[in-house]
């Protein structure tokens, strides 16, 4: 059973940065090859943020959600059997719950990877609040 537990949320001004972690157990990358960063601010559906798979060569695809690309970088310690997503020069629209999630599907640097049905465990969210 894959467990995820995120942390490092908090409050920042607008142009701030912040640095997520998820930390994984029960991970192996030929079962869930795919982790994700998502998000869901009030009111408003939750939206995939950035990705990153795992291929059979132990190399790494990454996706990024048009609103965090450039900003956003997601990469994984799995030494540590921890994903993080350092977020920089944030601004208020970036305020919501994050989350973390892992799926067994082989998506990898594709939009479909971004989307929350793909994903079958998930974490408890973490807060983010950007204040302008």
């Known amino acids: 059973q894959v467990q995820l537990v995120e942390s490092g949320g908090g409050s920042v001004q607008a142009g701030g940065s912040l640095t997520l972690s998820c930390a994984v157990s029960?991970?192996?990358?030929?079962?869930?090859?795919?982790l994700g960063w998502f998000r869901q601010a009030p009111g408003k559906e939750r939206e995939g943020v950035a990705s990153?798979?795992?291929?059979?060569?132990?190399?790494?695809?990454?996706y990024y959600s048009d609103s965090a690309k450039g900003r956003f970088s997601i990469s994984q310690d799995n030494g540590k059997n921890t994903l993080y997503l350092q977020m920089n020069s944030l601004s208020p629209e970036d305020t919501a719950m994050y989350y973390c999630?892992?799926?067994?599907?082989?998506?990898?640097?594709?939009?479909?990877?971004?989307?929350?049905?793909?994903?079958?465990?998930w974490g408890q969210g973490t807060q983010v609040t950007v204040s302008s």
């Open positions: 029960g991970y192996t990358y030929s079962i869930t090859p795919l």
């Open positions: 999630a892992a799926s067994w599907q082989r998506l990898g640097g594709s939009r479909a990877s971004l989307e929350p049905m793909r994903y079958n465990y």
């Open positions: 990153i798979y795992t291929t059979a060569r132990g190399t790494y695809v990454t």
